[in-house]
């Protein structure tokens, strides 16, 4: 079955530092990418999205380039601030399927300090 | 556009009583929908896919007996939790999925079971 593999934290990063989360994955047919946010106390919210091979989601300084060869979808920003603190889920979804439904990674939860 | 309305969105409730959790699509049909559970610092799990008008189709290890789901419309679908336990404490959240793959997270409720 399909399967998202992501980076295990907790991550603490410093202020305008790099920041890379990766997220690798397993499906049947050809996914769709997403990369999705929680604050703290609030429910998910969609970051970015790829839709095929070779699409570069992008928002809020965030970026993820969607790489069939390598079956990764790595989360990226150059410089990171205290706001980005959250809980980062990869996810896919299988357009093969009928369900069409969210597989989510494990999350990555990220802390920036000030 | 694609609001989701989920309520309630905390509950407390005793041992062996039931919660009913809505989930609202207001400004689009949904004939499809999807329900997790986020355990505390976990990752989301798909729970049961509905479909508009037909019985919900529940993952593996998902009580269907327990986790009773309507989809009487296109734009609502329930989850009532029976007889909770501790256990059942967690945070659920639907998806209603859009037409073009777009998915719109509920705001999730968090039930706790004393």
């Known amino acids: 079955g399909d399967s998202v593999t992501q980076m295990e934290g907790p991550v603490t990063l410093s202020e305008e530092a790099f920041l890379t989360i990766n997220c690798t994955y397993t499906?049947?047919?050809?996914?769709?990418l997403f990369w999705y946010v929680q604050y703290p106390g609030e429910g998910l919210q969609l970051l970015l999205k790829?839709?095929?091979?070779?699409d570069k989601g992008s928002n809020k300084g965030f970026e993820a380039t969607y790489r069939k060869e390598t079956t990764s979808f790595h989360l990226e920003k150059g410089s990171v601030q205290v706001s980005d603190s959250a809980v980062y889920f990869c996810?896919?979804?299988?357009?093969?399927?009928?369900?069409?439904?969210?597989?989510f990674g494990s999350g990555t939860q990220l802390t920036v300090l000030p | 556009g694609a609001v989701v309305s989920q309520h309630p969105s905390w509950v407390i409730c005793k041992s062996g009583t039931s919660v009913k959790i809505e989930c609202r699509s207001l400004?689009?049909?949904?004939?499809?929908m999807f329900w997790y559970r986020q355990f505390p610092k976990q990752s989301l799990m798909l729970m049961a896919t509905?479909?508009?008008?037909?019985?919900?189709?529940?993952e593996q290890g998902v009580e269907k007996d327990k986790f009773l789901i309507n989809h009487a419309s296109l734009t609502l679908s329930t989850l009532t939790v029976t007889s909770a336990h501790p256990e059942d404490s967690s945070f659920y959240i639907c998806?209603?999925?859009?037409?073009?793959?777009?998915?719109?997270f509920g705001s999730g409720t968090r039930l706790t079971v004393v």
């Open positions: 996810a896919l979804s299988d357009a093969s399927g009928s369900a069409r439904q969210l597989t």
């Open positions: 499906a049947t047919g050809y996914p769709s």
């Open positions: 790829a839709t095929k091979a070779d």
């Open positions: 400004d689009f049909q949904a004939t499809t």
């Open positions: 509905s479909n508009e008008g037909s019985k919900a189709t529940y």
């Open positions: 998806i209603p999925m859009r037409e073009g793959d777009g998915y719109t």
